[in-house]
């Protein structure tokens, strides 16, 4: 029953997207409804910020900007490995550590892409891992280009430790996220894993919402604090350019209430019981 009632609500949200603006007797012949069911699908999609009635009688129906916002983040997504993989591969180059790329999935990120290091040793994540925002240099600076509501929204939630290092204290995580803006870039050390250290920036779309996020990663005694100015701006210019390339043009950005050059660009899981793997090409941390 449960599934045919989300069935039911996604033929009503299409069936508007198709029609709109559209009256509740032409929808409810539309998706072969009863016009009970029809109305509380509408009410139930309105409630949760996907449609909208008008003010006027008759009421018609219509989409909100949210079903268009996500449909642009769907596109984006979409694309953004293909333009990420070749800028990723020349900043592991010009860096020599491993590159990762993320992109959100709900209140995670997803691990989309992979640039290894030749490095023995070096900082590894399976593509497709889950990386919490909180604990990770690509979920900081993911946030870091979110909306100040939607970084509230993320830090009233569970801000549980992944690694000994992990930062769950929301006060400090928001001075983070106003850190990163003002200097474009995240750095965490040893948040995800212990004995790795990671630097990351996000990647926009050309409203400014965040779509992604690189990063740069390796064993903290290579990831020293004297390399993090270098290291944080080619990882900035590296998500600045992936992400005009995804729109191409000027990047117009949101009011975020950020301050400083990032706007958004003005150049905008269980942890590992241990940060070290085996591997057939020698010790490798994880993280």
């Given at each position: 029953m449960a599934t045919n009632s989300v069935a039911g609500a996604f033929k009503v949200l299409e069936a508007v997207a198709e029609l709109q603006p559209v009256g509740l007797s032409d929808l409810a012949r539309t998706v072969d409804l009863p016009k009970s069911t029809t109305q509380r699908m509408l009410l139930t999609l309105a409630e949760i910020g996907w449609l909208r009635a008008s003010t006027d009688a008759p009421t018609r129906w219509s989409l909100t900007y949210r079903a268009l916002r996500m449909g642009r983040r769907v596109d984006a997504r979409l694309g953004?490995?293909?333009?990420?993989?070749?800028?990723?591969?020349?900043?592991?180059?010009?860096?020599?550590?491993?590159?990762?790329?993320?992109?959100?999935?709900?209140?995670?990120?997803?691990?989309?892409?992979?640039?290894?290091?030749?490095?023995?040793?070096?900082?590894?994540?399976?593509?497709?891992?889950?990386?919490p925002f909180h604990a990770s240099a690509t979920g900081q600076a993911y946030l870091s280009a979110c909306t100040d509501e939607e970084v509230e929204r993320y830090l009233a939630g569970d801000l549980t430790a992944v690694a000994p290092d992990t930062v769950t204290d929301a006060a400090a995580l928001r001075e983070r996220v106003q850190t990163i803006r003002e200097r474009g870039w995240s750095i965490n050390e040893g948040g995800l894993s212990q004995g790795i250290t990671a630097l990351g920036a996000p990647i926009v779309d050309r409203s400014g919402s965040p779509v992604g996020a690189m990063s740069v990663s390796g064993p903290s005694s290579r990831m020293t604090p004297d390399r993090y100015d270098a290291l944080g701006a080619a990882v900035a210019a590296a998500a600045a350019r992936t992400s005009q390339q995804l729109e191409p043009g000027a990047l117009a950005g949101r009011d975020t209430g950020r301050t400083g050059p990032y706007s958004p660009y003005s150049t905008c899981a269980s942890a590992p019981s241990t940060a070290y793997q085996r591997s057939s090409s020698g010790t490798t941390p994880s993280g």
């Open positions: 953004v490995r293909e333009v990420a993989l070749p800028v990723m591969s020349e900043l592991q180059l010009e860096t020599t550590e491993t590159v990762h790329l993320a992109v959100p999935d709900g209140d995670v990120l997803i691990l989309l892409e992979r640039v290894d290091t030749s490095h023995r040793l070096r900082a590894f994540l399976p593509l497709g891992e889950h990386i």
